[in-house]
């Protein structure tokens, strides 16, 4: 299997504080990979690191293989980000919207013709392509930037807290389209703080807590680790995370 992303030693400081401090994981192709922690925890400073948004002070970023600090436009182009907060011209049509993410990535106007509409139509936002952005809700506007990100079909596909705002209806479809992409082929990694969604979907997780990778690996993996043999994810990341570092490092050392 190859490997989608593989990030190994990234490290980010502010005003000499670390936010990331020399984390590593890798994202296989064909696979999701949630990356969870608490707030603060460093998990958008890491994935914006991975999109070429911030610059890395340390570390290496590999994307299929490219290596994306040496070679950062060739890595873009096989990146989607969907960050928290949906980002759209409020002021563009839905289907405008999409005509102007297709001109960027270069894709083909038949094609992308073809997608939008496929896309629009899976997310239930058909009926409303012609409807100025700002009239939309928080959900149909998480939406519409899932539509965005997943136009030129991307290889790596990184979201941050997807399911935000979203019914469960709306959950369900998104959902959907994800575990698609990764039966795809693609590399898929989330954050989220809605654990039962990383427990039902992800193959590997990880947990990270000031900046550090505490642990990795599916959730079998995670229990058997963490001593937690029969738990929840959720009971698992509590102990993991509720743990002081050095007490932590001093029961592994044992």
Known sequence: MSTALRVTDLAKSYGGKRAVDGISFDVRAGELYALLGPNG??????????????????????????DARA?????KQMIAWLPDEPLLYDKLTAWEYLEFVAGLWGVPPARARAE??????????WDNRNDRCETFSRGMKQKAVLAGALLHQPKLLMLDEPLTGLDAAASRLVKD???ERVDQGAGVILTT??????ERMADRIGII???????????EELRTQAGA?????????????????ATRETADAQ
């Not at 070679?71 to 890595?75: C, I, N, Q, R, S």
């Open 41 to 66: 925890a460093g998990k958008t400073t890491t994935l914006r690191m991975v999109a070429g948004l911030l610059a890395a002070d340390a570390g290496s970023i590999s994307v299929f293989d490219v």
């Open 71 to 75: 070679d950062p436009l060739a890595a």
């Open 116 to 125: 939008a509409e496929r896309l629009l139509k899976i997310l239930t936002l």
């Open 177 to 179: 389209m994800i575990r």
């Open 193 to 198: 703080h809605i654990l039962e969604v990383a």
């Open 209 to 219: 807590k000031d900046g550090k990778l505490l642990i990795e690996g599916s959730l």
């Open 229 to 245: 043999q029969g738990q929840s994810l959720e009971d698992v990341f509590l102990s993991l995370t509720a743990q002081p570092a």
